[in-house]
């Protein structure tokens, strides 16, 4: 079988569908997982879908992915703008990184413009709530037919 694509989601993401619904939108991480489920299944991928608020499980997984995925999709949460360690982790990997975000992080608070993530990813989707990863996984269908 085909390796999966890794789908990483970061702090808070679990809290989605009520912590604000005005920014983050009404779906839940359980919604956006069966959406990437099925948008996967129509490209014939699989998909590894998980969330951690614990920085150094994200990193661990990140290295599963390394070795494991035929790419990684991460919403790094708020830890695309602190985590170096992340970044590091992302640096290490020979498969394509996509990173993703439900809101505009350009269109919020001045500390969410800098993602450190986004200097190992192949390229940032934002601002399109749970659409954005279903465009990750057509981003990552075609990085993966590229290789």
């Not at 290295?63 to 035929?70: M, T």
């Not at 996509?98 to 608070?109: A, C, D, K, Q, T």
Request: proline share 3%.
């Amino acid at each position: 079988m085909a390796k999966p694509i890794y789908i990483l989601n970061g702090p808070n993401l679990n809290l989605l569908g009520t912590r604000e619904p005005e920014v983050y939108g009404t779906e839940t991480l359980a919604d956006l997982e069966q959406r990437c489920i099925r948008k996967a299944g129509t490209l014939g991928l699989a998909v590894e879908f998980r969330q951690s608020n614990a920085e150094s499980e994200l990193v661990d997984w990140i290295q599963e992915a390394r070795a494991n995925g035929a790419g990684l999709i991460v919403n790094a949460g708020a830890y695309s703008h602190t985590s170096i360690a992340m970044l590091d982790a992302l640096l290490a990997c020979d498969i394509p990184v996509v990173e993703v975000h439900l809101s505009n992080i350009f269109r919020r608070e001045p500390f969410r413009h800098q993602s450190y993530i986004s200097g190992a990813a192949k390229g940032v989707i934002c601002g399109f709530g749970g659409l954005g990863y279903e465009l990750a996984i057509e981003a990552m269908a075609s990085a993966i037919s590229d290789a």
